[in-house]
């Protein structure tokens, strides 16, 4: 865990040089050049590469994550029917986001002879190369998708700590005959979380990511066991739920789905980066796999829980039997072992920022004291909200819906704006039909998620 060399580039795993300054930036967008002959995976110079295994693994765990373990409870909010289809709808949806922010990455780098950009970066360029009128929004577009995928991520740390507190309580307290609240299990998954957050490096968090996989896959199927243990009873399952709960549906879902930080590191960091997209690709099958499970962990556990389905499934699982409290631990092992990839993006955007500031005599015992400070805010926001429901709900209404679908959406459309937008501008109409849908899930699922959490510490004026 020591410190890396610091490299000025504008992604944890670029080469060593950047594009020019804003002048002869603009000066190339009006004067666009033959990009045909310039491929920028042959001038990547990535340090430790990543294999094309390896990278399936870190994207399948960035997706695989508490998320799909709240889809029952995502199903309660949508009904049998709807919740099928949303989610398989939402899956294609978030893929196709995915997709095009990152053939938009690898068009603007052919296009400015970059070989490598990150997310917030390729942001920034698309804007710079864009309609004169918007390009003084290039600097705004990079700082928005910077300060958003820290906000995501911290967040998004912040429900993990919650979950992993959540599963001891379960089983420590039945096992112990203990009645400890849950704040004191947070307390304690602190330990782990202030050590494995110190990794500062993604191939070294490939094993990491590499477990949790392992531990979830046994954890669904001992979840699937209990799921499928007894005959199961459709007919008290409506197929549609309410209209008032669907923004939580969404939220829920968007939140377990969407990976966006971890994407451009990921498919920055391959010894292969042409094996990311294309069929099968990367991206196809890692998000077919995570369809297809959420899917059926939110669709077959809704029908066995019914409306007592948890903020975990994990959870409705009974306490009293060995193997439930093997399949509560063993997610519990994972969400910690995969709280270092999560953690590796907004602090890696947040050391880019701050450490040209620091001498570099002090750089390692900066990022220490950091993350270490970081962590500890992290675990302060988690004690304050132990609760996951409406957390998933409100992380993933406010970030993960603006950076997952909104900006993918606006950098393909001001890169192809105004001739390049297809037949009857159809690229636009279908961005803006996404947009949409991004911003009704920010905004109502945010609403909705904050009511909840209201309620939540207003009628018992407590939370367990």
């Known amino acids: 865990m020591t410190d890396e060399k610091v490299k000025p580039h504008p992604d944890p795993v670029a080469p060593q040089f950047v594009a020019s300054d804003f002048n002869s930036t603009t000066k190339l967008a009006d004067n666009q050049i033959d990009d045909d002959d310039y491929n920028p995976f042959e001038h990547r110079e990535t340090d430790k590469p990543n294999s094309t295994s390896g990278s399936l693994i870190h994207l399948l765990k960035s997706s695989l994550g508490t998320g799909i373990l709240a889809m029952p409870v995502a199903f309660k909010n949508a009904g049998l029917l709807f919740g099928a289809i949303g989610t398989v709808i939402i899956g294609l949806i978030c893929t196709h986001c995915v997709h095009i922010l990152v053939k938009t990455s690898h068009q603007v780098c052919k296009r400015t002879r970059i070989p490598v950009l990150g997310f917030a970066e390729t942001a920034e360029r698309v804007f710079q190369y864009g309609p004169v009128k918007l390009r003084r929004m290039a600097n705004f577009s990079k700082l928005f998708v910077d300060y958003g995928l820290m906000a995501t991520y911290f967040s998004a740390g912040c429900v993990y700590i919650v979950f992993i507190g959540s599963s001891l309580e379960k089983v420590i307290n039945a096992a112990a005959d203990l009645d400890w609240n849950v704040r004191i299990y947070i307390l304690l998954t602190m330990i782990p979380i202030l050590v494995i957050g110190q990794i500062r490096t993604l191939k070294y968090l490939v094993p990491f990511s590499a477990l949790a996989n392992l531990f979830i896959v046994v954890t669904f199927g001992i979840t699937l066991y209990y ?89 409705n699982l009974p306490t009293e039997d060995i193997l439930a409290k093997i399949a509560q631990l063993l997610i519990a092992a994972a969400i910690l072992f995969t709280f270092g990839l999560q953690f590796y993006v907004p602090m890696d955007i947040l050391w880019r920022k701050i450490h040209d500031k620091i001498p570099k005599d002090k750089h390692n015992f900066s990022q220490i004291a950091i993350r270490t400070g970081i962590m500890i805010l992290m675990g302060g926001i988690a004690l304050a909200v132990p609760n996951l429901e409406p957390f998933i709900g409100l992380v993933g209404a406010v970030f993960f819906s603006s950076l997952g679908l909104l900006v993918p959406c606006v950098v393909e459309t001001v890169f192809l704006w105004p001739n390049e937008l297809g037949t009857f501008k159809w690229i636009l109409i279908k961005n803006v039909i996404f947009g949409a849908f991004s911003l009704f899930a920010l905004v109502s699922g945010s609403y909705v998620s904050i009511e909840e959490i209201v309620k939540m510490y207003t009628s018992d004026g407590h939370t367990e």
Request: aromatic share 14%.
């Open 227 to 315: 799921i499928f243990k007894d005959p199961l009873v459709f007919d008290d399952k409506p197929n549609f739920s309410s209209f008032a709960t669907l923004p939580l549906f969404f939220s829920t879902v968007i939140f377990a789905m969407e990976g966006i930080g971890v994407v451009m590191p990921v498919e920055n960091s391959m010894a292969k980066p042409q094996h990311f997209l294309g069929c099968p690709g990367v991206l196809n099958t890692a998000m077919g796999t995570v369809i297809t499970l959420y899917a059926v962990i939110g669709f077959f556990g809704y029908v066995r829980y019914g409306e007592l389905s948890a903020g975990s499934v994990t959870l």
